[in-house]
């Protein structure tokens, strides 16, 4: 059974079409990239398998571990072990990163019929994780997202991603905003996570992320559905040739 | 840290939308409905006050019927009746209580109810409490401690009796009779409230905390508090008000006094969480209260700290009055409105002396059809020279059906000082939600999470416990307001 399962999905943002019969299965263990021009519903993919407000199906469906989320909010996605990264983290002023991560971790713990964490246990666990990812303690201090770097915020997300442990995780255009060191230290933080019981869907605009991260699987998104599928090869053709090439040739 | 997924839960248990609505069954001992003169000397009588007191009392009186209620602030609601409400009522319990097993059981688990059960109070949090069970004080803890420091708590009350010199001498000194009309009301009427003296270089060893309820129904609560610190002294107040669900509307008109020497100290917090009426904004309290701290002596300061989320309707300008050189005057306030709530609260800071500094910082939450007005003054007097104030003014709107205002008064009389005003209005941004959500928090953790973050720099003002309960309680009034 695969842990994610797209089923000709298609979906409408103000009446245009944008996902236009798109499937995808991911098994556990994999790592599969999404490529794509801009405007070919990348971004939106990522939205409606999160499931955020506005981006429901028109038609379809998608299964995370055989469990339809055509029925399950936003939150409740998130708690079965559905994780986005997000391109542009939002701020949340005045909203300690500490305390937002444990609020985040405990609903997590709670969903799985774990014990929640106290204040000790959690910020001792937090800080391990937090330095192999080469945050300091003091960006935990600090609140969510604010005044953080591009390199900073992208930390913080895989940081996040490390500590809520998903079963599946989406890192939409993580390597935007990133120096080549950032983008180093962002994939070791994702290479880390790789395990024989997750998925990882990496969409990105460039070929240059999946230099660090290497994916088992790599699909060509072009207006709205998956035209080509391949290996890590396909993504080097698209280094050499662009999209144009591709796009044409489907 | 923010409200507890159990916290919430907790009170959704509660089949009633407001956590506190239930009702005490004690027998009260009632003065007859409506007000007069005689109502008035009912009260002194009761309370076998002096004959200066009633005198005052009644000179009060004879003023608040000479006067009008004010109608500039930004608030609505129908002409109060105030023949139709009663003045006093006692519970009827011993008036001598040795320890706390002679108290009311009934009061006791009512206390329990609402989760500061007095012993654990006592022992874990080494907080003295100065009960007010509707009008009259009924156990008063920690008094011997406080007694070896030379400090006087006690209900306002009983002070009459024990130092009647003292509260003479300081009643109505920051907050004369004919201040306004509801303070000339609860000079006439008071019935009970808290005394604080603090003597000449004392640093009090404890939080002084009192936690009021009003319970009999149409029994409007006119508490009084005085608090006097000496030269040289610290003191931090704690006042936390929760009330039972009712029908009709309740008012409170509260007058709180507070009196600073040189050096002196006063730090007061608030907690107010009084029943708020429903959805449609039937019933819920009047809460028209005049809060006032003279900083008389040099260096003396006076903080204000307050977190504003019940009260239909809320009136309150707690205000310093910066006299001694050198003093500094503070106001950090959370208002939350949600629903049909009504809150028109701010300050004034009254600069006299030299070098005065005053700071106010203001975090307005609306939401539902709730209205919510800031409403500040900063006085720069002419021979407050190198005067500093700075006003930092913040609102957040939930939803597009509230309203969020801000009316600043500035009055600069020398040019030797400096005012600076600043001020935001926000919205919970669906990304700010959609974030949360992605990480795994309902709407209701994610709102509380959002909103305790706009409020940060006034709740790290809050004593620690009471910073928690705080924080829980405005993740509890905003509930249903998003999504």
């Known amino acids: 059974m695969s842990l994610l399962e797209i089923k000709n999905v298609k979906l409408k943002l103000d009446d245009k079409d944008i996902l236009k019969g798109l499937s995808l299965s991911v098994s556990k263990g994999e790592v599969h990239a999404i490529m794509g021009p801009n405007g070919s519903g990348k971004s939106t993919l990522s939205y409606m398998l999160a499931g955020r407000d506005g981006y429901e199906l028109e038609s379809g469906e998608v299964f995370l571990e055989g469990q339809s989320l055509s029925d399950m909010e936003a939150d409740e996605r998130a708690r079965s072990g559905l ?161 144009a090439g591709l796009i044409n040739a489907a | 840290m923010v409200a507890t997924q159990e916290t919430i839960d907790k009170v959704k248990e509660v089949s009633s939308t407001y956590k506190y609505g239930f009702v005490t069954d004690l027998e009260a001992e009632k003065a007859p409905l409506g007000l007069g003169e005689d109502i008035v000397k009912f009260i002194s009588h009761k309370k076998k006050e002096p004959k200066w007191l009633l005198d005052w009392r009644l000179k009060a009186y004879k003023k608040w019927l000479s006067m009008e209620a004010p109608n500039w602030a930004m608030v609505d609601f129908p002409k109060i009746n105030f023949q139709d409400i009663y003045y006093y009522s006692a519970p009827k319990t011993k008036p001598k209580l040795n320890s706390l097993d002679e108290v009311d059981p009934e009061l006791l688990r009512t206390y329990e109810k609402l989760g500061i059960p007095i012993k654990e109070q006592e022992v874990l949090a080494g907080v003295a409490v100065d009960y007010v069970f509707d009008s009259v004080s009924v156990a008063t803890t920690f008094r011997e401690k406080l007694a070896k420091e030379g400090i006087i708590f006690c209900p306002i009350s009983e002070a009459v009796q024990t130092h009647p010199d003292l509260v003479q001498k300081y009643i109505g000194s920051v907050i004369p009779i004919s201040d306004n009309y509801y303070a000339a009301l609860n000079s006439a009427v008071f019935t009970d409230g808290s005394f604080v003296y603090i003597p000449k270089g004392v640093k009090c060893p404890m939080e002084l905390s009192t936690y009021f309820r009003i319970n009999e129904q149409n029994s409007g609560q006119f508490e009084r508090t005085l608090i006097i610190a000496e030269d040289d002294t610290y003191v931090s107040y704690l006042e936390g008000c929760t009330a039972p669900q009712r029908d009709e509307n309740q008012l409170h008109a509260a007058v709180v006094e507070l009196v600073a020497m040189n050096n002196a100290e006063i730090k007061y917090s608030t907690v107010q969480n009084w029943y708020p009426g429903d959805k449609d904004g ?162 209701e953790q994610a709102t509380s999470l959002i909103v305790n973050g706009f409020c940060k720099e006034v709740m790290k003002e809050l004593p620690m416990e009471f910073a928690v309960e705080a924080q829980k309680l405005i993740g509890i009034s905003l509930e249903g307001s998003v999504g």
């Open chain 1, 83 to 243: 994780f986005l990264a997000f391109q542009y983290p939002v701020e949340l002023p005045g909203v300690g990163g500490m305390s937002f991560l444990r609020e985040a971790v405990n609903s997590r713990r709670k969903f799985l019929g774990e014990e929640e964490l106290d204040h000790l246990a959690f910020v001792k666990e937090a800080r391990k994780v937090a330095s192999k990812m080469f945050v300091k303690d003091e960006m935990l201090k600090r609140a969510v997202n604010v005044g953080f770097s591009g390199g900073e915020k992208k930390r913080f997300e895989i940081l996040q991603m490390a500590m809520l442990k998903p079963k599946v995780s989406i890192l939409d255009e993580t390597d935007s905003g990133l120096d080549v060191d950032a983008l180093k230290i962002v994939s070791d933080g994702v290479n880390a996570q790789r395990n024989d019981d997750n998925a990882i869907v990496v969409i990105t605009h460039y070929q240059r992320l999946l230099d660090y991260i290497v994916p088992d699987f790599v699909h060509i998104l072009s207006d709205g559905s998956i035209i080509k599928s391949g290996g890590p090869e396909l993504a080097l053709e698209v280094e050499k040739n662009g999209y």
């Open chain 2, 282 to 443: 039937n019933g819920g309290i009047y809460n028209f209260v005049t809060k006032r701290g003279n900083c008389i002596g040099k260096k003396s300061k006076i903080s204000w700290t307050q977190v504003e989320t019940g009260s239909a309707i809320t009136w309150k300008y707690p205000s310093c009055v910066l006299k001694g050189d050198d003093s500094v005057g503070e106001f950090y306030s959370v208002a939350v409105a949600n629903n049909a709530q009504q809150a028109d609260t701010g300050t004034k800071m009254i600069h006299i002396g030299k070098n005065t500094k005053s700071t106010i910082i203001s975090k307005g939450i609306s939401a539902g059809k709730a209205q919510n007005t800031y409403r500040g003054q900063v006085q720069i007097q002419k021979n407050a020279k190198g005067s500093r104030n700075f006003t930092q003014c913040d609102s957040l709107l939930i939803g597009d059906k509230c309203g969020a205002h801000t009316v600043p008064y500035i009055n600069q009389f020398t040019p030797h000082a400096r005012v600076e005003h600043e001020a935001t209005t926000s919205k919970i941004s669906e990304d700010q939600l959609f974030y949360c959500l992605q990480r795994g928090l309902d709407t």
